[in-house]
């Protein structure tokens, strides 16, 4: 009886891990060797050549969320990890391409590390 219930306990210890892994939204593994990036020498060049033609305030895009202009813009969307589905993961955006796999493994890799400023 009690060989069972420690085989319970650790499947449901098991599950519990695996369950909680998948619920934790990550991009892939940062492929830039010794990255130190940050958002004002690599990413807001990036994001203004690829982001801010529709998120920024006047620019009239329909369904546009955001101020992508400057960090604290774009911070919310890197908190709850829309930028990293997006960008990164889903590659919806920017909307019909353009952005490199270089450019997104940078955003990917800055992510990762805490998007230092």
Same mark, same amino acid.
């Given at each position: 009886m009690k060989v069972k219930n420690v085989l319970l306990f650790a499947a449901a210890a098991l599950?519990?891990? $695996? ?5 934790? =939204?990550?991009? =892939? ?14 990413? &807001? =060049?990036?994001?203004?050549? $690829? ?5 920024? =305030?006047?620019?009239? !895009?329909?369904?546009? !969320? ?12 890197? &908190? ?6 997006? !960008? ?14 270089a450019q997104r493994d940078s955003i990917n890799c800055w992510i990762a590390s805490g998007y230092? $400023?």
């Amino acid at each position: 009886m009690k060989v069972k219930n420690v085989l319970l306990f650790a499947a449901a210890a098991l599950f519990s891990l $695996q369950s909680c892994e998948s619920d934790d =939204p990550k991009g =892939p593994d940062c492929n830039i060797p010794n990255a130190d990036l940050s958002y004002n020498l690599n990413i &807001k =060049p990036i994001i203004d050549q $690829q982001c801010t033609s529709c998120h920024a =305030p006047g620019t009239g !895009v329909v369904g546009a !969320v955001g101020d992508f202009r400057n960090y604290s813009g774009l911070e919310p969307y890197l &908190k709850n990890g829309k930028i990293l589905d997006a !960008v990164v993961n889903d590659k919806t955006m920017p909307q019909g391409g353009g952005m490199s796999q270089a450019q997104r493994d940078s955003i990917n890799c800055w992510i990762a590390s805490g998007y230092p $400023q």
